[in-house]
């Protein structure tokens, strides 16, 4: 990980997040171990600018059916 001044090494524990990419913020969650800092957890800031699914656009599977609502 670098700053643009300094870089370390950093170990993530866990599977990256899917965002993770080169130039991409990122905070992690963690301890310095003398060497590189261990990170138990990687979180990606995104785009703060909501854009809604076009009109006919794939549904997320998570969302409720309608048919099958009580």
């Known amino acids: 990980v670098e700053d643009g001044a300094a870089a370390i090494e ?5 599977t990256p997040p899917p ?4 130039d991409v ?3 992690l ?3 310095w171990d003398g060497d590189r800092f ?3 957890e ?3 800031r995104h785009e703060e600018n909501y ?6 656009a794939a549904v ?7 048919s099958t609502a009580a």
């Open 29 to 31: 969650a963690g301890n």
């Open 42 to 44: 990687a979180l990606i």
């Open 38 to 40: 261990v990170a138990d």
């Open 19 to 22: 965002l993770f990419d080169e």
């Open 60 to 66: 997320d599977a998570a969302a409720p059916d309608a």
């Open 51 to 56: 854009e809604a699914p076009e009109e006919g």
């Open 25 to 27: 913020p990122v905070l």
């Open 10 to 14: 950093v170990l993530l524990v866990d």
